[in-house]
């Protein structure tokens, strides 16, 4: 089925999406991502950077409002593609990268008939001296930790003493007496 629908995609000439705009009625919002990604070069942008034009924290964000305008796109075409945003641009991603979306040429020539003009938008990825830096995002991490039994730790370290057997380091020796008797065992 997505198969048939990109099909059909790729025979939708700049009148149909021409319709289908007019249809759809864009918010200003929705112009906006347009123009973005028209004046992106080769009309070619990532969720990432459509995301920084438009101030959002991140991709996600630039991804789903994107998202939903395309299809209700969609719906005025009358195509159901897997993903919303086939109607408006073919996907790129080499290894390592991120993906990258590329307005289809028929989209392109309907927003130049509508005067929708891109002019030039540039992703360059320095920041101002002034500009504030902002951290990623948070998340969880989940790991296992095991307690040493503390009276077997006692025992081992006075039968083997505190230095490493590797390498020789003493805690006590390199640190002070605070440091005395501490070891890293690693199993």
């Not at 995301?51 to 991804?63: I, K, L, Q, T, V």
């Not at 289809?104 to 320095?126: N, Y």
Request: proline share 4%.
């Amino acid at each position: 089925m997505a198969d048939a629908a990109l099909q059909d995609i790729e025979l939708f000439s700049s009148a149909d999406y021409v319709g289908a705009f007019s249809e759809v009625a864009p918010t200003e919002n929705q112009w906006g991502m347009l123009r973005v990604h028209l004046a992106a070069p080769n009309h070619t942008i990532t969720a990432r950077h459509m995301a920084r034009a438009f101030g959002y924290s991140n991709w996600n964000a630039a991804n789903l409002h994107y998202g939903k305008f395309a299809g209700k796109l969609c719906n005025a075409l009358n195509v159901s593609p897997s993903t919303n945003l086939s109607v408006l641009a073919e996907f790129f991603k080499a290894p390592g990268v991120e993906w990258e979306f590329q307005l289809r040429p028929s989209v392109v020539t309907a927003l130049e008939e509508l005067g929708i003009a891109g002019g030039s938008w540039s992703f360059q990825e320095e920041m101002a001296p002034d500009e504030p830096l902002v951290e990623g995002a948070c998340f969880t991490v989940k790991v296992s930790a095991f307690e040493r039994n503390p009276v077997a730790r006692q025992k081992c370290v006075a039968h083997y003493g505190s230095s490493c057997t590797v390498c020789g380091f003493n805690f006590g020796a390199a640190y002070g007496g605070s440091a005395d008797g501490y070891v890293q065992w690693i199993t």
